[in-house]
């Protein structure tokens, strides 16, 4: 089974408007750490966000937040006024603390914003 | 803000040839990284490195892969024999520590092309 499921494979969203980008997750394990990543073309990971499984609010990092749904188990990325910079492959990611300190990422969800 | 430093941005080589790829991790940080992401793909991890010694790998780091930190600074991750389904971007991260909400700070990859 998938630990890290991201349903959709592309998203398409006008300059301004809001995006929401889908994450589940499977474990057992009762503390774990979720994570998005940003890869523009040029193919850098860069960190966009952190929700703790005991973080009780949700995590906000300026235009980014994370609408965390422990129960439902998922993590979507929310992405407040896209702006063209924002057109990039987004990865959700989980760390098992059971586990190890390895991320398991997702496959991905290419965003194209649009003027 | 403190980087995590991958050469070369590129290597070509010919299958069956040794490559080393390095790193040079953030400096006060004591968790390092590999992961490798095929084209198009999702992001897989490789294996970590703590206290000079592996202490994760996934099934993916074989007898053909191997990782050094030779002196203070460097990290890196050397591929035997190279195959033709070595041609991936290679990333190197580091982590200050092992603790819920330690982010992992990528470098930027080494593209690596097997002819």
């Known amino acids: 089974a998938q630990k890290i499921t991201q349903t959709q494979p592309g998203m398409f969203v006008q300059e301004k408007e809001a995006v929401t980008l889908d994450c589940t997750y499977d474990?057992?394990?009762?503390?774990?750490?979720l994570f998005w990543y940003k890869q523009p073309s040029s193919g850098e990971m860069i960190f966009l966000i952190y929700?703790?499984?005991?973080?009780?609010q949700n995590a906000t990092e300026g235009r980014y937040s994370l609408n965390f749904q422990k129960a439902r188990k998922s993590a979507n990325l929310v992405i407040s006024a896209s702006q063209l910079g924002d057109s990039a492959m987004y990865f959700c990611a989980m760390r098992e603390f059971q586990a190890g300190t390895a991320l398991i990422f997702g496959k991905g969800t290419t965003l194209s914003v649009s003027s | 803000e403190p980087e995590v430093t991958q050469t070369p941005s590129h290597q070509v080589t010919q299958m069956g040839q040794e490559v080393i790829l390095r790193c040079v991790p953030i400096s006060n940080h004591l968790y390092f990284y590999w992961y490798r992401q095929i084209l198009g793909q999702k992001v897989e991890f490789l294996v970590s490195?703590?206290?000079?010694?592996?202490?994760?790998k996934s099934e993916i780091f074989d007898d053909q892969f191997s990782v050094e930190r030779p002196d203070g600074s460097n990290f890196t991750l050397k591929i035997r024999s190279t195959k033709l389904e070595d041609s991936a971007m290679y990333f190197c991260?580091?982590?200050?520590?092992?603790?819920?909400?330690?982010?992992?700070?990528f470098g930027s990859g080494t593209r690596l092309t097997v002819v």
């Open positions: 474990t057992s394990d009762q503390s774990y750490g």
């Open positions: 490195f703590y206290n000079n010694e592996i202490s994760e």
């Open positions: 991260a580091s982590s200050e520590g092992d603790i819920q909400n330690y982010g992992y700070t």
């Open positions: 929700q703790g499984s005991y973080d009780e």
